[in-house]
DNA sequence: GCCACTATGTGATCGCCGTCATGGCGGCCA
DNA sequence: TGGCCGCCATGACGGCGATCACATAGTGGC
């Protein structure tokens, strides 16, 4: 969901500073919850710096990480849009720069820019996209398959080159990772267990570093 | 997806009228092809009568529902907004009366009613929050509480009443409903066996019939 | 009514992954 | 610097569901 729209984000300087006019700015710290699932949605957050995670527990305590919201992104749309309570909870992965936009608000913007209008549709759709590929990327492959595809989708997303440049390291904990891909913590310790039998990347404490790309890429593809 | 809208769907019945003024008529058979992902998609469809089922296949051929489209439901309109390849694959359940309008005229229809942007926004922000359910559903609990899951989510939906009253008889093939609750076919079968065993539903060729809703709610809803 | 075909029911086997448990490593703070 | 705690690694075991195989029953065409 997140990351997914063209560089700079989903509003343009300008249009955030019109935007900032009907809003407050407010910090949040890591880890610190945005809004819980089942809360009613009277505000709208913009991401300035720091990335939100969006993620629901299932009945059993199980993490599913639903989208992770980069700078630039909008958390929180949905209850604006609809008027429906917060379905899933957003909580600050990293300290969160952000503008606190109240609904109403939030709605009167869009009116008054028909163009913003359409690229929130255009950020809604990438958003349905986005979900559908979820549901099947989760029946696709085993575990290692998985971990390795969201090896190399984060890597390609917010990896920094580091070292001789072919490396790109990822900073995640494997509590996160687990949650994305679907699995407990332990079957994806076991998933990177291989990958580093293979050769084809290092790991460490909140750090994975990708030393082959191209296998990784190829692993993921597998149909197996 | 389909049918979260209130009752009369996406579009009242003057705003088709205006719709059909940009678009033609075109009837689709049993299980014909609407359009298949991976295609352009430059025009969009609205259902009139019949259901169309929105899939995707796996790399090893399995089949994955994401959604079901009953009349009053628009279809395709992602590659509309924003002029992305059909994501998945559309295919009549039904015999199918659509109206289908060419993404252009659809983005001017789109754009001289206001009004309708809104409530298309609502529509997409449905299938999101539809969507993030999915997965959560597929993750919480197991193939027998699933299938309890949908069938009732059916029975709510698009359950015929029959018989005494308090039947709910439902027109599926178990492979579609496999599909639905991620699953394989013969997964699908035993559960539905062990709810039969039960005495809460009843099969037959392309038909179940739920005596006992309360009962089958109860087990959809168990943690474990 | 006959036949081909499709849909459903069920058994046997097996591998993956969830669960529980243990141990080690590394950072952070007093 | 020493101890505590969070994060990671790995083993053992059991169960669920995928896979393959086959039997049976409706169903529609002729």
Redesign the pocket.
């Known amino acids: 969901m997140a990351g997914r729209e063209p560089p700079g984000g989903f509003l343009t300087g300008e249009e955030w500073r019109a935007l900032e006019a009907a809003g407050r700015r407010r910090r949040y710290r890591v880890r610190q919850r945005i809004f819980r699932e089942g809360e009613d949605g009277d505000h709208v957050i913009g991401v300035l710096t720091g990335r939100v995670k969006i993620s629901v527990q299932t009945g ?1 305590g ?1 993490e599913i990480l639903l989208a992770v919201k980069e700078p630039g992104d909008i958390v929180g749309e949905l209850s604006a849009i609809d008027g429906r309570p917060r379905s899933a909870t957003a909580v600050a992965l990293e300290p969160v720069d952000a503008l606190v936009v109240s609904a109403p608000a939030f709605v009167e913007f869009i009116e008054a820019h028909p163009r913003i209008a359409v690229r929130l549709l255009r950020t809604l759709a990438a958003q349905i996209r986005d979900a559908d590929r979820r549901s099947v990327d989760r029946d696709t492959g ?3 398959c998985r971990v390795a595809r969201r090896l190399v989708d984060l890597a390609e997303r917010l990896g920094e080159h580091r070292g001789s440049g072919v490396e790109v390291t990822i900073v995640v ?3 996160d990772l687990a949650a994305w891909v ?6 994806t ?5 291989r990958l ?1 039998a293979e050769g084809w990347l290092t ?5 994975i570093v990708l030393t082959d790309l191209p296998a990784l890429r190829r692993r993921a593809t597998e149909t197996a």
């Open positions: 059993s199980r085993d575990i290692t904990g494997q509590d679907g699995a407990t913590r332990e079957a310790s076991r998933a990177l267990g580093r790991t460490g404490r909140q750090r």
